[in-house]
C-alpha cells in the first residue's frame, strides 16, 4: 500500500462532481462543506489504495494496434488516435479498494447528504491515485513522456475490453481489480486505462477538453 499519510482529496475536484459550480467558496453551503470534512477523514482512514501498471511495446499491423506480447487488440479510432506517436503503452490500474465501496454504500444508509459527498470525495481520491500510478510509471521510465490515462469506455475505445486489461496487467492478482458481467470495474472506485509512452515530447500529455471525447456532453465544462 503507498504512503497516503499526507495525501488530501482534491475538494475542488469533488465539488464539481457534487454539482456546485465555481466559486465554491460562495456556493458550497456549509453542511455540505462540513460534511466533507467528516467524509474526508473517514474515507482515507478505510481506504487501501493501491495501483499496478505494466508496460508493452506497440505493434501497428495494417489498420489494427496491438500490445506486443500479449497480443491485444486496441479497438476503435480514439485510443488509436491517443496513441499516435508513441512507441510504448502501458496499461495503468488503480483503485480505492472494496472497503471503499462499503464506507459509500453505509454512507448511503445514513443519508442523501452523506452519500452524494462520499461518492463525489471518492472519485476524487481514485483520479489521484491513478495520477499517482502514472508519476510512479514515469519515475521508472524517466526518458519517456506520457500521455493521460485513457479509459475503456471513452470514445469509441470498447468498454468490454476492460477484463482483458485487467488480466494483461494482472491487476486482480496485485491489487484486487475484476470486472462484473456487465464489465463494470468492482471495487468500483478504480480506474483502469492506457498512458501512451513515447521518447519525444508528445502533445496530448495533459488531459483537457480539447482532446476529450465528451466534451460536447461533459457538465463539468458548463461549471467554469
Keep these: 500500500m503507498m504512503d497516503i499519510s499526507e495525501l488530501k482529496i482534491d475538494r475542488k475536484n469533488a465539488y464539481r462532481y457534487m454539482g456546485f459550480r465555481q466559486p465554491f467558496s460562495q456556493n ?22 493501491r495501483f499496478t501498471w505494466r508496460v508493452f511495446g506497440i505493434i501497428r499491423r495494417g489498420d489494427g494496434l496491438f500490445l506486443d506480447g500479449c497480443e491485444l487488440e486496441l479497438e476503435g479510432k480514439s485510443i488509436k488516435n491517443h496513441l499516435e506517436g508513441c512507441e510504448k503503452a502501458a496499461i495503468v490500474c488503480s483503485t480505492l479498494s472494496a472497503d471503499c465501496d462499503k464506507y459509500i ?46 479509459g475503456a469506455g471513452y470514445g469509441d475505445f470498447p468498454l468490454g475490453v476492460l477484463p482483458k486489461l485487467i488480466s494483461a496487467a494482472d491487476a486482480t492478482r496485485h491489487i484486487g481489480i475484476s470486472t462484473t458481467a456487465a464489465n463494470t470495474l468492482t471495487p468500483s472506485k478504480s480506474i483502469v486505462g492506457i498512458a501512451g509512452l513515447s521518447k519525444e515530447k508528445l502533445c496530448n500529455q495533459e488531459k483537457n477538453c480539447a482532446n476529450c471525447n465528451m466534451r460536447e456532453k461533459c457538465a463539468f465544462r458548463s461549471q467554469r
Design 28 to 49: 458550497v453551503d456549509e453542511e455540505t462543506a462540513k460534511t466533507a470534512d467528516k467524509c474526508e477523514a473517514e474515507l482515507i482512514s478505510v481506504s487501501e489504495p
Design 105 to 150: 454504500a453505509k454512507a448511503g444508509i445514513r443519508g442523501a447528504l452523506e452519500m452524494l459527498v462520499s461518492d463525489a470525495l471518492a472519485s476524487a481520491y481514485i483520479e489521484q491515485i491513478s495520477e499517482k500510478a502514472l508519476s510512479d510509471l514515469l519515475s521508472k521510465h524517466p526518458d519517456y513522456s506520457a500521455t493521460w490515462i485513457f
